[in-house]
């Protein structure tokens, strides 16, 4: 039994959200506040009712609620065509077997489907409460009080209850930690999870026989004796000793140890490590059908992340695989084909992808598919030394800062174009093609047609130039960025720039051909004023 979408209105960053899931594994990628969080989130509370650790019940709050839309409920409550108030939907559509009591059209597609919802929205019995705020007219914020969470099957109009739901959830996130007394509740509470009755007995028998030989240790009376004389605070003994341990918190006096150190004061990656295996892998979980993981990658190096994903696909058994990641590792070694490439605006899935395109990127070293999704906007260049010179047009127009401080990535990709604007059209992401015209403007414009949009802008020189230099018998090419760069700035500027000295230009031509990183490094480095391309400015514009 697994997920096989789910729709996401109203909750926090998402106006509607509607994704479809693979039955296995499931890797979303995206930027920082893209809402890979929130997806989990937002599953997790409609098959558990928990956030954070808490009931939902008592944890809705304003902030649950999409800003736009709660915006848009608050200033009309100025004027005469009040909005109704704002709601949160959250639904999942399953399949599997035994579903047959989810089965229905109770959705917001309309279609028949096995599902359940969760809606956290006014409760119509408050109805004539709510008339009553609105004649009071304190409409600083939203009337948290009076709203309620439903839980409902697609099937029938009827509350139903989380314990009604056939697909449950485990939530993975070792990044959070709540020490108490010393300890790790998290890892407390999973390795709780893993004793039976005889165990928890036997821990409470030794923890209590400790805590007697404590005090009838002779070191101990001689001390507590002292302590009595001296205290004077009561007529009655005064002590020290251990607590008796209660059923209740037989672990509140406990640590947990890695190689005899404090769980609590090994490294973050170990905690990382031991959090999400035993997570995983204790009995409350193996009773869940769905894993929700957020970033694993957290705090590990490379052997100890390909040691957590193995563990995790290993332990994983069956159950559908939800895990977000900003590593282009993580998406690799889990498999391409399971991603998920969550834009600012859009969503595809990477099997919607042209075969040819899929082949391109799970072969392509270093993944820069990724880079692409993790920025806010990027420029497309040829070649190495193209993004430097590019960097540098930035950092010189933007008070010494480089692009990616500015959420703007540079990425060189040689002469795929095409195959990282495919996704960057599908996903509406703001991208600046940079290109030579190689002596033929006229035809760029052609080649780029079906890609370039409101968001994807193609930025070369419309001028050409040409020349009577040679370079192994070939004429050369006065249209790519170093003649450009030497068209913009003169002879004399790039001489003190390179620190050398040519006879002519044909001469630089010639040397920048043959050095083009050293020459593209010189330029990044310089503090001398240097020139650019019109088309560079456009770009950085």
Same mark, same amino acid.
């Given at each position: 039994?697994?997920?096989?979408?789910?729709?996401?209105?109203?909750?926090?960053?998402?106006?509607?959200?509607?994704?479809?899931?693979?039955?296995?594994?499931?890797?979303?990628?995206?930027?920082?506040?893209?809402?890979?969080? =929130?997806?989990?989130?937002?599953?997790?509370?409609?098959?558990?009712?928990?956030?954070?650790?808490?009931?939902?019940?008592?944890?809705?709050?304003?902030? *649950?609620?999409?800003?736009?839309?709660?915006? =848009?409920?608050?200033?009309?409550?100025?004027?005469?065509?009040?909005?109704?108030?704002?709601?949160?939907?959250?639904?999942?559509?399953?399949?599997?077997?035994?579903?047959?009591?989810? *089965?229905?059209?109770?959705?917001?597609?309309?279609?028949?489907?096995?599902?359940?919802?969760?809606?956290?929205?006014?409760?119509?019995?408050?109805?004539?409460?709510?008339?009553?705020?609105?004649?009071?007219?304190?409409?600083?914020?939203?009337?948290?009080?009076?709203?309620?969470?439903?839980?409902?099957?697609?099937?029938?109009?009827?509350?139903?209850?989380?314990?009604?739901?056939?697909?449950?959830? /485990?939530?993975?996130?070792?990044?959070?930690?709540?020490?108490?007394?010393?300890?790790?509740?998290?890892?407390?509470?999973?390795?709780?999870?893993?004793?039976?009755?005889?165990?928890?007995?036997?821990?409470?028998? &030794?923890?209590?026989?400790?805590?007697?030989?404590?005090?009838?240790?002779?070191?101990?009376?001689?001390?507590?004796?002292?302590?009595? +004389? &001296?205290?004077?605070?009561?007529?009655?003994?005064?002590?020290? #000793?251990?607590?008796?341990?209660?059923?209740?918190?037989?672990?509140?006096?406990?640590?947990?140890?890695?190689?005899?150190?404090?769980?609590?004061?090994?490294?973050? #990656?170990?905690?990382?490590?031991?959090?999400?295996?035993?997570?995983?892998?204790?009995?409350? &979980?193996?009773?869940?059908?769905?894993?929700?993981?957020?970033?694993?990658?957290?705090?590990?190096?490379?052997?100890?992340?390909?040691?957590?994903?193995?563990?995790?696909?290993?332990?994983?058994?069956?159950?559908?695989?939800?895990?977000? =990641?900003?590593?282009?590792?993580?998406?690799?070694?889990?498999?391409?084909?399971?991603?998920?490439?969550?834009?600012?605006?859009?969503?595809?899935?990477?099997?919607?992808?042209?075969?040819?395109?899929?082949?391109?990127?799970?072969?392509?070293?270093?993944?820069?598919?990724?880079?692409?999704?993790?920025?806010?906007?990027?420029?497309?260049?040829?070649?190495?030394?193209?993004?430097?010179?590019?960097?540098? &047009?930035?950092?010189?127009?933007?008070?010494?800062?480089?692009?990616?401080?500015?959420?703007?990535?540079?990425?060189?990709?040689? +002469?795929?174009?095409?195959?990282?604007?495919?996704?960057?059209?599908?996903?509406?992401?703001?991208?600046?093609?940079?290109?030579?015209?190689?002596?033929?403007?006229?035809?760029?414009?052609?080649?780029?047609?079906?890609?370039?949009?409101?968001?994807?802008?193609?930025?070369?020189?419309? =001028?050409?130039?040409?020349?009577?230099?040679?370079?192994?018998?070939?004429?050369?090419?006065?249209?790519? *960025?170093?003649?450009?760069?030497?068209?913009?700035?003169?002879?004399?500027?790039?001489?003190?720039?390179?620190?050398?000295?040519?006879?002519?230009?044909?001469? *630089?031509?010639?040397? +920048?051909?043959?050095?083009?990183?050293?020459? /593209?490094? /010189?330029?990044?480095?310089?503090?001398?004023?240097?020139?650019?391309?019109?088309?560079?400015?456009?770009?950085?514009?």
């Amino acid at each position: 039994m697994h997920i096989k979408r789910a729709i996401i209105i109203g909750y926090k960053k998402f106006e509607k959200l509607d994704l479809t899931f693979r039955p296995d594994i499931n890797i979303i990628v995206g930027d920082n506040e893209s809402g890979k969080s =929130t997806i989990l989130e937002a599953i997790d509370i409609c098959l558990s009712g928990l956030i954070n650790h808490r009931y939902i019940r008592n944890e809705i709050s304003q902030a *649950l609620f999409n800003k736009g839309n709660l915006e =848009t409920y608050l200033a009309s409550l100025t004027t005469d065509n009040k909005t109704p108030p704002p709601f949160i939907t959250i639904e999942l559509h399953l399949d599997g077997e035994g579903l047959a009591e989810f *089965l229905g059209d109770k959705n917001s597609c309309k279609e028949e489907s096995c599902g359940v919802s969760v809606h956290i929205r006014l409760d119509e019995r408050n109805n004539d409460l709510y008339e009553e705020w609105i004649k009071l007219g304190d409409y600083s914020g939203l009337p948290i009080e009076l709203y309620g969470i439903f839980w409902e099957t697609f099937a029938r109009e009827r509350e139903i209850s989380i314990r009604h739901i056939p697909l449950k959830s /485990a939530f993975i996130d070792s990044t959070q930690s709540r020490p108490a007394n010393g300890n790790d509740l998290y890892i407390s509470k999973i390795i709780k999870d893993l004793l039976d009755k005889d165990e928890l007995i036997e821990i409470l028998r &030794a923890q209590r026989k400790s805590s007697e030989s404590f005090a009838e240790d002779d070191a101990i009376i001689k001390i507590n004796d002292k302590i009595d +004389m &001296a205290a004077k605070i009561s007529r009655k003994k005064i002590s020290i #000793g251990v607590e008796q341990i209660t059923t209740n918190a037989w672990d509140s006096g406990l640590f947990t140890f890695i190689d005899g150190i404090p769980f609590v004061h090994s490294g973050k #990656g170990e905690q990382s490590i031991v959090k999400t295996k035993v997570a995983i892998a204790h009995k409350k &979980a193996e009773e869940k059908n769905i894993l929700l993981i957020e970033e694993p990658e957290n705090h590990l190096s490379y052997s100890k992340l390909n040691e957590l994903l193995l563990d995790i696909t290993t332990l994983r058994g069956v159950r559908q695989l939800l895990i977000t =990641t900003h590593s282009s590792f993580v998406a690799n070694k889990l498999g391409l084909d399971s991603l998920l490439l969550l834009g600012s605006k859009k969503n595809i899935p990477f099997s919607d992808l042209d075969q040819e395109d899929k082949d391109f990127f799970s072969k392509l070293s270093g993944y820069d598919t990724l880079r692409l999704l993790l920025c806010k906007k990027a420029i497309l260049v040829e070649g190495d030394s193209d993004e430097l010179i590019i960097q540098k &047009a930035y950092q010189m127009k933007n008070g010494g800062r480089l692009p990616i401080q500015d959420g703007i990535d540079v990425i060189s990709v040689g +002469m795929a174009f095409k195959r990282f604007l495919t996704i960057a059209k599908k996903l509406d992401l703001e991208i600046c093609v940079v290109t030579d015209n190689d002596g033929h403007p006229e035809r760029l414009p052609e080649r780029f047609s079906q890609y370039t949009n409101e968001h994807i802008k193609l930025c070369f020189d419309k =001028t050409v130039d040409s020349g009577e230099l040679k370079i192994n018998e070939r004429p050369f090419n006065y249209n790519t *960025l170093e003649p450009k760069m030497l068209k913009a700035n003169g002879r004399k500027a790039l001489e003190i720039i390179l620190n050398k000295t040519f006879s002519s230009d044909d001469e *630089l031509h010639i040397f +920048m051909h043959d050095n083009k990183t050293e020459c /593209a490094l /010189a330029f990044f480095n310089t503090n001398k004023t240097l020139l650019f391309p019109q088309y560079i400015d456009e770009a950085i514009e």
